[in-house]
């Protein structure tokens, strides 16, 4: 199979839209889409990428896709409301134990909750400050790709 255009990046937005604290990345791939920002964005309120699916979904992405992969999910510890920008991947759901494999180029990450994330603190996060923190992880991918965008 050929693969897709490869000047676009690729966001893959992670987590699920059950957890209050692990909705981070649907909802940022949510806002990605209805911006219709220039890039494959994969992981959406409607379209979760999850602990089930993540395997088979990035298996999709990259055997599609040549370009860089922007990975983005919520994750835990001591600064809570931080956004990190970080090069490499990142292992979802790495804090709660689970053995997913390491995906993405880049990672953005951001804080909703302090470690250790107990079922009730994570299942408790206040969805107002996920959405605040979605906005600015937003922002930081939109400001990447079109910067991308303007350097090509």
């Not at 693969?3 to 699920?16: A, D, E, F, K, W």
């Not at 909802?27 to 379209?47: D, H, K, S, W």
């Not at 953005?108 to 206040?126: E, G, I, L, M, W």
Request: hydrophobic letters at 40%; glycine letters at 10%.
């Amino acid at each position: 199979m050929e693969t897709l255009s490869s000047n676009l990046p690729v966001i893959m937005c992670i987590g699920t839209d059950v957890v209050g604290g692990d909705c981070l990345g649907p909802m940022v791939g949510q806002m990605l889409i209805e911006r219709n920002l220039p890039a494959f964005v994969y992981g959406t309120l409607n379209n979760p990428i999850t602990a089930l699916n993540l395997t088979s979904y990035y298996a999709v992405i990259k055997e599609n896709h040549s370009s860089t992969i922007v990975a983005v999910d919520s994750c835990v510890g001591k600064n809570v409301g931080n956004v990190y920008l970080n090069s490499g991947g990142i292992f979802p759901g790495a804090a709660s134990g689970k053995n997913l494999p390491m995906v993405g180029d880049l990672s953005v990450t951001a804080v909703t909750c302090n470690y250790p994330p107990t079922d009730k603190r994570f299942f408790s996060v206040r969805l107002g400050f996920v959405y605040s923190l979605a906005l600015k992880v937003a922002d930081v991918i939109e400001n990447l790709v079109l910067s991308k965008c303007r350097l090509s």
